[in-house]
């Protein structure tokens, strides 16, 4: 019987070398497939010249095949055309979701197909399991502290059917001590952080060259101008450093409160920000949120009522009420207030280990207004 044949992503990372390394141990006819996603106009930040070195040497050691294909094109229109709409709406997109749904799991498995594969893999912390009804369900990893299934949550039936995460029930430790072990070059190499065309530079900079913006006024609660934004786009909610108003903890509001200043709010009408101090003002705790752009890994909502939800990549899970909303969105009510509740984020919801699916959070209700 003809060995089934997988095309694996390859980022040139340690995680999905040593995916490939287990599938050929497996018995698996690999083949790697590099993705760029971004062009090299920034050699200096983006980094993907010396991932596609990282990945072909590691191709060499395990001996598989590689090839590199360039989605720039797909990534410009799908995912970062989508990013800059998100930002100069005031809102914080998570661009990893994005790519996940329409790269790294559409044009990639859509490429693979064609070179013949039975089904693809990728270096994701997470598992795919069918039940007992043929369906596919998206679960944690059994490695909770390095989990991304909060990034997969918007996979559909056809997508996991035809996906591998060897890394599932593989803790990180060991991934590093299977690279080690069997000489990979990149067995030390730091895991990447960010998305490439934002690389290691700093984020305001990178902005300013796409958006439009203009400064404001900062104000606290009261209505208190403490100092002037930069552009809405460039803050995010519950975001304390870089705010620009260190120098102003003598401020005192009408509590007696100096503590550290949050970003809160961001009226988008009258281009102002809102700024408050302490982590726990009422302004950064909500009780509820709005969601929509639903996508469900099962192909329908669940069921309205308890459920668990994460409304931020590394947070725990957290309580909440589910109820759907109009056509293809949904509501969520925490019995526990939750901090910075942050419109453009994904809101993803969880039974037990099983990822349910989710959707993008477009408003909260504040404990106080």
Aim: proline share 4%; glycine share 10%; aromatic share 10%.
């Amino acid at each position: 019987m003809a060995r089934k044949r997988i095309v694996i992503g390859m980022s040139g990372g340690v995680d999905s070398s040593v995916s490939a390394w287990l599938l050929k141990e497996q018995g698996y006819e690999v083949i790697g497939l590099f993705m760029k996603n971004w062009e090299d106009d920034d050699s200096e930040y983006c980094s993907s010249r010396q991932d596609w070195i990282d990945a072909a040497s590691v191709a060499d050691v395990v001996g598989v095949d590689i090839e590199a294909v360039n989605f720039a094109a797909e990534y410009k229109d799908r995912v970062f055309a989508e990013f800059l709409r998100e930002y100069q709406a005031g809102r914080t997109p998570n661009p990893d979701v994005l790519c996940n749904a329409e790269i790294k799991f559409k044009a990639f498995l859509d490429h693979a197909m064609k070179l013949g594969a039975d089904l693809i893999a990728t270096g994701h912390y997470a598992r795919v399991r069918q039940s007992e009804s043929g369906r596919f369900e998206l679960l944690k990893a059994l490695d909770t502290s390095k989990d991304q299934s909060y990034f997969l949550h918007g996979l559909n039936q056809a997508q996991l059917s035809k996906t591998l995460f060897p890394l599932g029930e593989i803790p990180k430790t060991e991934v590093r001590r299977i690279a080690e072990k069997i000489g990979l070059p990149n067995a030390k190499k730091k895991d990447s952080t960010g998305i490439c065309f934002i690389g290691e530079r700093p984020f305001r900079e990178f902005l300013n060259r796409y958006l439009s913006y203009k400064p404001g006024p900062m104000k606290t609660p009261d209505g208190t101008t403490v100092g002037t934004h930069v552009g809405l786009s460039f803050y995010t909610l519950g975001q304390r450093k870089g705010i620009g108003i260190g120098g102003m903890k003598s401020y005192q509001n009408a509590e007696g409160s100096s503590d550290a200043w949050y970003v809160a709010r961001k009226d988008i009408e009258h281009n102002t920000l809102y700024v408050v101090q302490g982590h726990d003002h009422p302004w950064l705790l909500s009780s509820s949120l709005d969601a929509e752009q639903a996508s469900w890994i099962a192909g329908e909502a669940p069921a309205p009522g308890p459920l668990h939800a994460k409304t931020r990549y590394r947070q725990a899970d957290v309580r909440c009420e589910f109820a759907q909303a109009g056509t293809g969105g949904f509501s969520l009510a925490f019995p526990d207030a939750q901090w910075a509740v942050t419109p453009g984020q994904s809101a993803v919801l969880y039974d037990g280990d099983v990822c349910l699916g989710g959707g993008i959070i477009r408003s909260h209700a504040a404990l106080a207004e």
